[in-house]
């Protein structure tokens, strides 16, 4: 970054041999740069005459496109944020949204043993079902790993069919298949009728990806199509 000779009190961004990059950012630069002049506005402003004090911070999902280092840095960052707020220095409230685990997880650790006072933080997964969304809270942190997440998301009664039923997928495919070496062609003919049916669907998703299912089978996301899902699943978690 070097100061802008055209325009007064304001840089512009160049690479290493000097030339301009504003045409050539990558989606993840591009990201990381905004981030940073969000971050620094916090504490600045562009007018001298500006209030600075008691503000409201909106933070949405900030780490899409990052590496794994500046993904690192945003979220020390934004930490900062938060217990700047916990310190009152001039940030009265943070909200923070996100669907990346790593991210939630270093924005939200205090530490090994501190942990946030009952007034200070409100926990909440946002639910869309039905076309609605709705806000559930917890009164201690509900995330602690990826895998608790997803069965949180399966036993949940008010969580979405479609992504319970990915959920689900998800847990076979990965910790019973992946890690587990589960042989799910095998299973298949330890089920009977519609059971039969849903196995084979579980599988077949697995088998073709996440965002793809074999024509042979149409999936209906109702809950009694659901709880049929659970019915196999369940015999899938004792096998």
Request: proline share 1%.
């Amino acid at each position: 970054m070097t100061t802008n000779t055209t325009e007064s009190s304001s840089y512009k961004i160049v690479r290493s041999d000097g030339s301009d990059a504003k045409k050539t950012l990558s989606e993840g630069e591009y990201n990381f740069i905004t981030f940073l002049y969000f971050y620094y506005l916090i504490y600045g402003s562009q007018s001298p005459v500006s209030d600075l004090q008691n503000k409201v911070i909106v933070i949405d999902d900030p780490i899409s496109s990052l590496d794994s280092g500046v993904l690192f840095i945003v979220s020390s960052l934004v930490k900062k944020i938060i217990n700047d707020c916990r310190n009152n220095k001039d940030i009265s409230q943070v909200f923070v949204l996100t669907h990346n685990l790593y991210f939630y997880k270093e924005a939200t650790f205090l530490g090994s043993r501190a942990k946030y006072k009952d007034d200070e933080v409100l926990y909440g997964r946002l639910i869309k079902n039905d076309e609605q969304t709705a806000l559930i809270t917890y009164a201690e942190n509900p995330v602690q790993s990826s895998y608790e997440l997803l069965w949180k998301d399966i036993k949940d009664e008010n969580s979405s069919s479609a992504t319970c039923f990915n959920s689900m997928r998800r847990v076979l495919e990965h910790y019973f298949k992946v890690m587990g070496g589960v042989d799910y062609e095998k299973c298949i003919d330890e089920f009977e009728g519609v059971e039969k049916i849903c196995c084979k669907s579980l599988i077949s998703v697995i088998n073709d990806g996440s965002h793809f299912i074999s024509d042979n089978f149409v999936i209906q996301f109702d809950a009694e199509n659901i709880n049929r899902y659970k019915t196999v699943f369940k015999k899938f978690s004792y096998a």
